[in-house]
């Protein structure tokens, strides 16, 4: 079975700062997809990246960027610039590629809270 | 506008009482999911449903009932409430042929006491 392990339960950056949030996981299949989700007050689940595990390149999405390392199989997040906004808990998650297992459900980590100091 | 609606919101129960938790989307996606967020947990699976009328369980499924109602529809049930079932519950659907992400509810607050 498929672990997601997020070492960070909290973490806190200056507003307009860079932070890291750390991400790294287990698994014996060569495809698949990993996710970074955000989830603020509002509770609300908010996709904020995807990766291709087959995509060499990494995923940026305006000031939100993946580091993918394959071989290390960690996946970590950058946000640039950090803003207010981006108080919330960030979840990592992993789900299969091949449907053939059956198994496309998201298996996720435990969450890393960050806190944005004006 | 599109997406995933779950009912209800919040919700107190006293220990032993049954209720069922609703869950429709309206994006034709053939997959549905019910997870409960504890805290330092994360999220974790009760069951889903990769297509109508199948349903199998995920990693916390002891004390839960699913049904698939038809494509857009997928309901859990507690029959007999306990104080260890006090989550938030999220709905999700997806595609379910490995494209893209989820699609998640606002989630249901459940406290039993």
């Known amino acids: 079975a498929q672990t997601v392990t997020q070492s960070q339960p909290e973490m806190s950056v200056q507003e307009a700062e860079t932070v890291t949030l750390s991400c790294t996981y287990d698994?014996?299949?060569?495809?698949?997809?990993l996710f970074w989700y955000k989830q603020p007050p509002s509770r609300q689940m908010i996709l904020v990246i995807r990766?291709?595990?087959?995509?060499?390149q990494n995923a940026t999405e305006n000031r939100f960027s993946v580091n993918f390392q394959k071989a290390a199989k960690s996946f970590s997040l950058k946000i640039s610039d950090s803003q207010l906004g981006d108080a919330a808990m960030y979840f990592c998650?992993?789900?299969?590629?091949?449907?053939?297992?059956?198994?496309?459900?998201?298996?996720f980590g435990t969450g890393t809270r960050l806190t944005i100091i004006p | 506008n599109a997406g995933v609606t779950q009912t209800p919101k919040f919700q107190v129960l006293k220990t032993g009482q049954s209720m069922t938790l609703q869950c429709a989307q309206d994006?034709?996606?053939?997959?549905m999911y019910w997870y409960r967020q504890d805290p330092g947990m994360g999220l974790r699976l009760i069951y889903y449903?990769?297509?109508?009328?199948?349903?199998d369980k995920g990693e916390v499924p002891n004390g839960y009932n699913v049904s698939r109602l038809n494509k857009r529809e997928f309901s859990l049930r507690l029959e007999s409430a306990a104080p260890s079932q006090t989550s938030v519950y999220f709905c999700?659907?997806?595609?379910?042929?490995?494209?893209?992400?989820?699609?998640f509810g606002s989630g249901t607050r459940l406290t039993v006491v």
């Open positions: 999700a659907s997806s595609e379910g042929r490995g494209q893209g992400g989820y699609t």
């Open positions: 698994t014996s299949e060569s495809d698949y997809y």
């Open positions: 990766q291709e595990a087959y995509k060499q």
């Open positions: 998650a992993y789900r299969s590629y091949n449907l053939n297992f059956g198994n496309e459900k998201l298996t």
């Open positions: 994006m034709n996606h053939n997959s």
């Open positions: 449903s990769a297509s109508e009328g199948t349903t």
